[in-house]
């Protein structure tokens, strides 16, 4: 998986959806927060609008999240930026010392634009348009920010099609969890196989279904391995004990700070595709 240098070593901190634990997710203020506490790797969810922008945000409908309601795919960027994610955020974080009322959602360009090459951007391209990959490769393209681009999705057929288009650009396999079958490993072991197969660089299995066993299949052919749904401290460390390269977390905070109080002095990440 290659990554821009990390304080912290081998093991990639990923801040989901920018930190989401710390400010709206997929905001400025996310993404912000995130740099300032030394994580420059961030994960966001990339849409587009009804007017064929690249718009950041995770969930289907705007509905639960939002004072808007359908899908990003039915509104314009300008209904989209005044629309207000902050206020959920507010009332799903009571205790949170920062209040964020009338943040609204971004573009993607915006986050390249206010950031540039002082972050690495994990981008998970969410919805069925098949130019999705176009598009968000020309924008990293034209911002002068695609060396610091990686691409991920649940979905082969984006991460195909943006191997057709850059045969440099990261791509990560998001993997489903493997359930109601009668071996999970199997299953996991045969998509890793494919994503082989398909010129992928990385997957990425739900924290519960790491295991050393997985990860050395993965990393024996080449692929490197990382973590989604970390939902707790003691997930987080069977992760690194597992032997994977990062992780996506709402609060990267707590992995950082376990990262520097183990790790050798003077510990080093891995280079980007600069």
């Given at each position: 998986?290659?990554?821009?240098?990390?304080?912290?070593?081998?093991?990639?901190?990923?801040?989901?959806?920018?930190?989401?634990?710390?400010?709206?997710?997929?905001?400025?203020?996310?993404?912000?927060?995130?740099?300032?506490?030394?994580?420059?790797?961030?994960?966001?969810?990339?849409?587009?609008?009804?007017?064929?922008?690249?718009?950041?945000?995770?969930?289907?409908?705007?509905?639960?999240?939002?004072?808007?309601?359908?899908?990003?795919?039915?509104?314009?960027?300008?209904?989209?930026?005044?629309?207000?994610?902050?206020?959920?955020?507010?009332?799903?974080?009571?205790?949170?010392?920062?209040?964020?009322?009338?943040?609204?959602?971004?573009?993607?360009?915006?986050?390249?634009?206010?950031?540039?090459?002082?972050?690495?951007?994990?981008?998970?391209?969410?919805?069925?348009?098949?130019?999705?990959?176009?598009?968000?490769?020309?924008?990293?393209?034209?911002?002068?920010?695609?060396?610091?681009?990686?691409?991920?999705?649940f979905s082969e057929a984006p991460l195909r099609r943006a191997r057709q288009l850059d045969a440099a650009v990261p791509l990560t396999w998001l993997?489903?969890?493997?359930?109601?079958?009668?071996?999970?490993?199997?299953?996991?072991r045969a998509r890793i196989e494919a994503a082989v197969a398909a010129g992928f660089d990385a997957v990425s299995l739900a924290a519960d279904e790491?295991?050393?066993?997985?990860?050395?299949?993965?990393?024996?052919?080449?692929?490197?391995?990382?973590?989604?749904?970390?939902?707790?401290?003691?997930?987080?460390?069977?992760?690194?004990?597992?032997?994977?390269?990062?992780?996506?977390?709402?609060?990267?905070?707590?992995?950082?700070?376990?990262?520097?109080?183990?790790?050798?002095?003077?510990?080093?990440?891995?280079?980007?595709?600069?």
């Amino acid at each position: 998986m290659k990554a821009c240098d990390s304080r912290t070593g081998p093991i990639h901190v990923i801040a989901h959806r920018g930190g989401a634990a710390h400010a709206p997710e997929n905001t400025l203020p996310a993404f912000r927060r995130s740099l300032e506490a030394g994580v420059p790797e961030v994960e966001t969810d990339v849409r587009l609008s009804q007017d064929g922008a690249l718009v950041l945000f995770h969930d289907d409908d705007l509905a639960a999240k939002t004072d808007h309601d359908g899908p990003v795919e039915a509104h314009t960027l300008a209904e989209l930026r005044s629309t207000d994610i902050g206020s959920w955020f507010d009332r799903d974080h009571e205790g949170h010392a920062e209040r964020f009322a009338g943040t609204g959602l971004l573009a993607l360009t915006d986050l390249f634009e206010t950031f540039e090459r002082r972050l690495y951007y994990h981008l998970e391209l969410k919805g069925a348009n098949p130019e999705l990959p176009d598009l968000v490769l020309a924008q990293a393209r034209s911002t002068g920010v695609l060396a610091r681009v990686a691409l991920s999705s649940f979905s082969e057929a984006p991460l195909r099609r943006a191997r057709q288009l850059d045969a440099a650009v990261p791509l990560t396999w998001l993997l489903r969890r493997a359930r109601n079958v009668a071996s999970p490993v199997r299953v996991q072991r045969a998509r890793i196989e494919a994503a082989v197969a398909a010129g992928f660089d990385a997957v990425s299995l739900a924290a519960d279904e790491v295991t050393p066993r997985l990860v050395a299949f993965a990393r024996s052919l080449g692929l490197s391995v990382r973590a989604w749904r970390v939902r707790s401290r003691e997930e987080m460390l069977r992760v690194i004990a597992a032997g994977a390269n990062g992780m996506t977390l709402d609060d990267p905070d707590v992995l950082v700070a376990h990262l520097l109080a183990t790790a050798p002095h003077g510990a080093a990440g891995s280079g980007t595709r600069e």
